[in-house]
């Protein structure tokens, strides 16, 4: 890797119908103790060159000092706005934040700190800090997403609970993302966190959270994310930090803040969420594990113990229809075809089934 002083850091921003809060987003990234040297916006929306109009006649004209793309989504889809950001990005760290995600005035300056304190250049990714509260007073027009069992922040959760609760809440019911994530190489790469980072106030991480994440450009450059996740991304984030710790450490820097502001869009029935969710995980292995029949034994007893958290869960919500546990069923059944399919096959069946899944009630053979 690169190793220098005086690093320069962009932003990434993937969007789709967020007009009202992405200003904001980018009001507070130019209003950083330390701004970027780039912002880089790709849009899916249908009205997308009004957003853009409405960005760079208000917001871009007050940085003039930074350069600006604006730009059309070449297809909608998170992970392919992303690729694309990249690939129109030059700065040498990438904010690949949400574009409802606010950040602190100093957020951007810690991160920094720590890429720039990384003398050896082993740091791969460093991840804000996530904080309850916005930087300011937050009035934006429409709702926030209702979080729920595919989107609430379970590491507060997690700090509520103690005890039998606590070892309930991560090994029966499985929220955490590391009980959920199967490594691709067997386990989490261990780097060392370089001398030189001894005096930072960071925290060693294995995977990272899409609304918050930050990268080495060289480096998420080479991995990018998951082409194939076209239509419903859950989990790109964690395939994709997963791959880019292969290349070096992952951290968190504790005083970079950052407030994920969960503007709602729309939303996906549980069912839907839960299939996709599953055969989503089940892609990523097929692609990246060398062992794929050691990682895919794992899959299937991990699939196991989804049926059954899932089951507890709509039970305990009174969700008498079950949609999550069926979506486990459905994915596990699916999971078969996938893992049997070649690369080339496997490209072209997994889109369409997204996209016939998502479009219809019924599910595709």
């Known amino acids: 890797m690169t190793v220098c002083k005086n690093l320069t850091w962009g932003l990434v921003i993937s969007t789709y119908n967020r007009e009202k809060v992405l200003p904001l987003c980018l009001e507070l990234a130019i209003q950083q103790s330390r701004p970027p040297v780039e912002i880089i ?21 007050k940085a003039p000092e930074i350069r ?112 959920l994530f199967l ?19 960071i925290w060693q991480v294995e995977l990272f959270q899409g609304y918050r994440m930050t990268f080495r450009r060289e480096v998420i450059a080479k991995e990018t994310f998951e082409p194939l996740l076209r239509y419903y991304s859950a989990g790109e984030d964690l395939d994709a930090s997963y791959r880019v710790s292969r290349h070096g450490c992952l951290l968190m820097a504790l005083d970079a803040k950052l407030h994920h502001y969960q503007s709602a869009g729309g939303r996906l029935s549980r069912f839907k969420i839960s299939v996709l969710s599953a055969l989503n995980q089940a892609l ?39 949609p999550q546990a069926r979506g486990m069923v459905v994915a596990n059944r699916y999971s078969h075809k996938l893992f049997s399919l070649s690369e080339t096959e496997l490209a072209d069946w997994y889109v369409q089934f997204q996209r016939e899944f998502l479009e219809q009630n019924r599910l595709i053979a």
């Open 41 to 61: 916006v790709v849009d899916a929306s249908d009205h997308w060159q009004d957003t853009r109009n409405q960005v760079m006649g208000e917001i871009a004209v």
């Open 68 to 179: 600006w793309i604006y730009e059309a989504a070449e297809q909608r889809s998170i992970c392919l706005q992303r690729n694309q950001g990249i690939r129109l990005a030059t700065a040498d760290v990438l904010f690949l934040i949400d574009d409802d995600s606010l950040m602190y005035p100093t957020c951007a300056e810690e991160i920094m700190r720590v890429y720039e304190a990384d003398t050896e250049g082993a740091i791969a990714g460093v991840q804000a800090a996530a904080v309850d509260q916005p930087p300011m007073d937050v009035a934006i027009a429409g709702n926030r997403k209702q979080t729920g069992a595919a989107s609430e922040n379970f590491t507060t959760k997690q700090s509520l609970l103690s005890g039998m609760m606590h070892w309930l809440w991560k090994q029966v019911f499985l929220m955490d993302a590391k009980k």
């Open 183 to 201: 490594p691709y190489d067997g386990d989490f790469p261990a780097h060392p966190i370089p001398s030189s980072l001894a005096n930072l106030n």
């Open 284 to 322: 990523c292995i097929r692609k990246n594990a060398p062992n794929l029949r050691r990682v895919k034994g794992l899959y299937y007893r991990l699939m196991m113990r989804r049926i059954v958290a899932e089951l507890l869960k709509d039970l305990l919500s009174r969700r008498w229809s079950l």
